[in-house]
């Protein structure tokens, strides 16, 4: 299972970043790579110090329907400043995170839209900072009588849940694959970004065992040398670029956010040079690689994958570990 948001540049310059997500607004920095929302936070406290280190405060989106939801968010501060906005699709009777949408002790104006309705909603985010992390949650819930509740979570509440304190993975390693094909995958549509997060043998024989297509061998060769009892996963990511001359490969290296969870950056390159004509069809692209952790951490139930798309676009999937 996956779930898949799409964030889409703003009006406002962003520099040089979700993973994990709320990751809308996010922009081209001036290397090149995507930019993370939140680091256009300049000067929130007045102060003429940047802000976003105290950016504590997480969103989460709860789809409570039996069906795909797209949440229209957009975020402002306490005197109307937008801070982020962005359309966010959240699978059936899951929920998705929302990174860096507030500080403790700030006011925020929340402004969501979900299948037609539609609700604001302004909350003092009433908790203190500490050193342990997140300091709370904005809650956005969509619920099967087709409403919209908004409340705010303070760390106390949820501290003792959660799963990310003594057991956070530690990314050891990682491999790219030679070769990548199209495995049996379930995917919301033909043509939506999508990607899989394979924890087990059974799991990657399941897509990719009986593939017939060019690097398929290659391919199942890489499965077989995957260590999934060592703490060794899987990522297959599956996009569409706008032209033929396109790949998909990594924007840097993966790495642990502070959330505890993996990200994985990839971008569409373009392999024809500027001189070069390219064919007008859009073209599967895909990268299959090996994330690697510590033996002696955690095991990464699920991973953020980040996709920058040609024209300022990044699409953010949250792939959940299938054993």
Do not use: K
């Amino acid at each position: 299972m996956h779930r898949r948001r799409f964030l889409v540049a703003a009006s406002v310059a962003l520099p040089a970043v979700v993973a994990g997500c709320l990751e809308t607004s996010v922009g081209r920095g001036p290397s090149g790579t995507a930019t993370d929302p939140g680091t256009d936070r300049t000067d929130y406290g007045g102060d003429g110090t940047p802000e976003q280190d105290d950016l504590t405060i997480d969103g989460r989106l709860h789809n409570e329907t039996d069906a795909i939801q797209s949440f229209d968010i957009i975020v402002r501060d306490g005197d109307g400043f937008r801070i982020t906005a962005g359309e966010y699709r959240v699978g059936p009777n899951a929920t998705d995170r929302v990174p860096a949408v507030g500080r403790p002790g700030a006011t925020r104006m929340f402004d969501v839209t979900v299948d037609g309705t539609t609700t604001m909603e302004t909350l003092t985010l009433d908790v203190e900072p500490s050193d342990d992390g997140l300091d709370g949650f904005v809650d956005i819930a969509y619920t099967e009588e087709g409403s919209i509740e908004i409340w705010f979570t303070p760390r106390e509440e949820f501290a003792e849940t959660e799963t990310h304190t003594d057991d956070v993975p530690v990314l050891t390693d990682y491999t790219v694959s030679d070769q990548a094909v199209t495995p049996a995958g379930e995917r919301y549509s033909d043509m939506d970004t999508w990607g899989l997060y394979l924890a087990s043998h059974e799991a990657a024989d399941e897509y990719f065992g009986e593939v017939e297509a060019d690097g398929a061998d290659a391919v199942r060769t890489f499965v077989d040398e995957t260590a999934f009892e060592s703490r060794e996963r899987l990522v297959y990511v599956h996009a569409y670029a706008p032209q033929t001359c396109y790949e998909l490969v990594l924007d840097g290296e993966p790495h642990i956010a502070e959330d505890g969870d993996p990200v994985v950056r990839t971008e569409l390159d373009r392999t024809a040079g500027e001189d070069e004509a390219c064919g007008d069809a859009v073209t599967p692209v895909r990268i299959l690689l090996r994330l690697s952790f510590d033996t002696d951490g955690g095991a990464a139930s699920r991973v953020d994958v980040h996709v920058a798309g040609t024209q300022d676009t990044t699409e953010v999937l949250t792939l959940e570990a299938q054993q």
